[in-house]
Nanobody, 120 residues
């Protein structure tokens, strides 16, 4: 089993910044890719950003230039630095990880989610 625990969600004013963290633990052999997704009320879950073990990143067009994803491979932790936040960024943010766990079994794990609310 691989567990993901997110932290950092909060209420922030428009234009503000926030940093999310997600730590993976368990019987991890490797993590190919870690990422952040979000789901706003009444909408489908959507990709925000991903980062591979080699550091290659991908962003949704809506967050390019405002959000930065980074990763500490030694700590199995991924971060999402969010700046210039807008009300439309309000959502539950979920951490995701894909890789191999003990027994060389592929896994895809999700965190429980952390609420980000952008409002004045």
């Amino acid at each position: 089993q691989v567990q993901l625990v997110e932290s950092g969600g909060d209420l922030v004013q428009p234009g503000g910044s926030l940093r999310l963290s997600c730590a993976a633990s368990g019987s991890i052999v490797s993590i190919y890719v870690m990422g952040w997704y979000r789901q706003a009320p009444g909408k489908q879950r959507e990709l925000v950003a991903t980062i591979t073990s080699g550091g290659s990143t991908k962003y949704a067009d809506s967050v390019k230039g405002r959000f930065t994803i980074s990763r500490d491979n030694a700590k199995n932790t991924v971060y999402l630095q969010m700046a210039s936040l807008k009300p439309e960024d309000t959502a539950v943010y979920y951490c995701n990880a894909e890789g191999i766990r003990s027994g060389f079994i592929n896994y895809i794990s999700w965190g429980q989610g952390t609420q980000v609310t952008v409002s004045s």
